[in-house]
């Protein structure tokens, strides 16, 4: 398995614009989860989908941001408009809930907003 | 709910010198602990996790942890640090329960470990 696949690695972009971060989950892992890490906050919970349905989208900061999950392949977190101050490493992870192996990380995505 | 405390947001240690990164937890229900690890520009990586049974467990690399109920623990150690052991290592926990939200992990700030020549 290729693991969890996130992509662009890296972004960089102006303030006011869309972003939009993708994730592929582990095959046959029902859960999802978006997590923003910074220095200030360290690692933060966005919001987690189980079985393609968000559960908890709690952890997102403000209405700018907006996170879909339309089949169990697929991932999408968007931030419209973008600010600097969501500048930040933004990871994907999955699990499969009925086993207790954790979560697999993918390798993150670097926002850099100007 | 749960909650997750490392003390130390960063540990200097000379290499071959042991190590232990403090974790404390709270937790209302049993739980399932872990430890993942973070290089450099990648993403978390599972280092070890306690489930059941024995309370020390092993990672591959010379690392371990020991569950301790009483003391609400799980601190880490290794004997003698490589140089490539240097990076963040964060403390997670998740409740037994399959309750709603429990599916969740919930992640300690880290540690910096810094190995030092």
């Known amino acids: 398995d290729a693991g969890v696949i996130q992509s662009p690695r890296h972004e960089v972009t102006e303030m006011g614009q869309e972003v939009t971060l993708r994730c592929k989950p582990i095959?046959?892992?029902?859960?999802l989860f978006w997590y923003r890490q910074t220095m200030m906050r360290g690692l933060e919970l966005l919001i987690y989908?189980?079985?393609?349905?968000?559960?908890?989208d709690s952890g997102m900061p403000e209405d700018r941001f907006s996170a879909k999950m339309p089949n169990a392949s697929f991932s999408t977190l968007k931030i419209q408009p973008s600010e600097p101050r969501d500048s930040a490493v933004y990871f994907c992870?999955?699990?499969?809930?009925?086993?207790?192996?954790?979560?697999?990380f993918g390798s993150g995505t670097r926002l850099t907003v100007v | 709910a749960q909650s997750v405390t490392q003390l130390d947001s960063q540990v200097p240690v000379f290499e071959e010198a042991p190590v232990e990164l403090r974790c404390n937890y709270s937790?209302?229900?049993?739980?399932?602990l872990f430890w993942y690890v973070q290089y450099p520009n990648q993403g978390l990586q599972l280092l070890l996790k306690?489930?059941?049974?024995?309370?020390l467990v092993e990672s591959i690399n010379g690392f371990e942890a020991e569950f301790n109920k009483s003391q609400t623990s799980f601190h880490l150690r290794k004997p003698s640090v490589h140089i490539s052991d240097t990076a963040e290592y964060f403390c997670?926990?998740?409740?037994?329960?399959?309750?709603?939200?429990?599916?969740?992990?919930?992640f300690g700030k880290g540690t910096k470990l810094s190995v030092i020549p």
């Open positions: 992870a999955s699990s499969q809930t009925t086993n207790n192996y954790g979560y697999t």
């Open positions: 095959s046959g892992h029902n859960s």
């Open positions: 989908f189980n079985n393609n349905v968000p559960i908890d």
């Open positions: 937790s209302s229900v049993s739980v399932y």
């Open positions: 306690y489930l059941s049974g024995s309370t």
């Open positions: 997670a926990v998740r409740g037994r329960l399959r309750e709603a939200g429990s599916y969740q992990l919930t």
